[in-house]
């Protein structure tokens, strides 16, 4: 499998792949039904085209790319501390620069009463957390973009599989990632069936239940890419991918459950490629892909509350094919801009830089 400076090449070309699909489903299907009144120009004449109905499937995308990365994060760092400053370079600045950009401009000239924004938005955004931890500050409060929901997921995520990492021995750690992705959405369903909805909304919350066999199958992917997984992991992934789908199809709407079951059997299929080292896997390494891969974290922050606003915006006497091209338009600018930021914002490694500055041993005194 191609590597280029540690980076497995067709998991950029998978990320491109993944906000590709949520861009299209923001801008073509999401809001076709929003009050007062869709931001699209063409109202609902995408809606249900796929992949603008189904691209909200590339979600799901993400968190079985974050499940391979952070495992193989994991077992390049040196304690836990090394972890996390990593896992903030890679998210914190971007976050505070593209949100509080985001935000500056849904008050001001991109204001759309679809998206509607308050000051207290960056508090969720900047710290990765919930929007219930501040509604004591403002009862309307919510992320500066609702797509940072993901984020939250993520983060739970790294807590725990860092905490496993580093308190026991690495293959027990793989399994224990595994049996809570198995464990956590069978509790949810037990007791939401059983009327304990609290309880259930208790373990997505603590095990993230919802996306924990995501994170878990691509962690064995890491072990089957690099020769590790045994028999024991073969069977632990069987289970771990049929329980990938169960909460994912219970929460989807009903006119998108078949296109979750579509989505997430390629993903898989697509991740056991790689996993086994498949040559045709090597098509979403693709260079067009990776472009957009590389810098899809700082595309994914800035893409929904702006592009709408934009999209807003775009004159409703247009004929169709004048409006869809702003969009592209649209689209096109947002790759170029989130190019710049993974290039001066997301590489910088100021929190890595303070870590080894730390832990460089002290310069002996010059000789007097």
């Known amino acids: 499998m191609a590597v280029a400076n540690d980076r497995v090449l067709v998991l950029d070309g998978l990320r491109g792949i993944a906000v590709l699909g949520v861009i299209l489903f923001h801008f073509f299907s999401l809001y076709a039904h929003a009050v ?7 109202g609902g004449t995408f809606e249900f085209i796929e992949p603008f109905h189904a691209g909200s499937t590339g979600v799901l995308l993400f968190f079985i790319i974050s499940g391979f990365v952070i495992a193989k994060s994991l077992d390049g760092s040196r304690s836990i501390l090394h972890f996390f400053a990593k896992r903030l370079d890679r998210l914190v600045l971007p976050m505070l620069v593209i949100s509080t950009v985001t935000l500056l401009l849904l008050i001001g000239p991109l204001a759309t009463p679809v998206i509607p924004e ?3 938005n960056v508090l969720p955004s900047w710290t990765f957390t919930s929007p219930q931890f501040f509604v004591w500050l403002d009862r309307k409060v919510d992320y500066v973009d609702d797509s940072y929901w993901t984020l939250f997921a993520e983060l739970r995520f790294y807590i725990v599989a860092a905490l496993l990492w580093f308190v026991l021995p690495r293959q027990i750690a793989v399994r224990a990632l595994v049996l809570l992705g198995i464990v956590g959405p069978l509790l949810v369903v037990g007791a939401e069936a059983s009327g304990h909805g609290s309880v259930g909304a208790l373990v997505r919350s603590v095990l993230v239940a919802g996306s924990m066999p995501l994170f878990a199958a ?4 890491l072990e089957m890419l ?4 045994r028999r024991l ?9 049929a329980i990938s789908f169960v909460l994912p199809v219970l929460d989807a709407p009903a006119d998108k459950k078949l296109g979750v079951v579509v989505a997430l059997t390629l993903f898989h299929a697509v991740f056991l490629a790689i996993g086994l080292r498949f040559r045709f896997a090597q098509v979403f390494a693709a260079a067009p892909l990776r472009f957009i891969g590389q810098s899809s974290y700082s595309l994914y922050l800035m ?9 807003a915006h775009i004159p409703r006497d247009w004929p169709i094919g004048l409006q869809v091209s702003a969009v592209a338009s649209v689209i096109a600018v947002m790759i170029g801009l989130s190019r710049l930021s993974y290039r001066y914002i997301e590489r910088l490694r100021l929190f890595t830089g303070v870590l080894g500055r730390l832990a460089a041993p002290p310069k002996r005194a010059l000789a007097t």
């Open 118 to 120: 308050h000051w207290a």
């Open 36 to 42: 007062p009144s869709t931001p699209y120009p063409y």
């Open 218 to 221: 691509g962690a064995i992917y």
């Open 233 to 241: 992991d073969f069977m632990l992934l069987v289970l771990v991918i």
């Open 226 to 229: 690099e020769g590790r997984a």
């Open 303 to 311: 893409h929904q509350a702006i592009g709408i606003g934009i999209i």
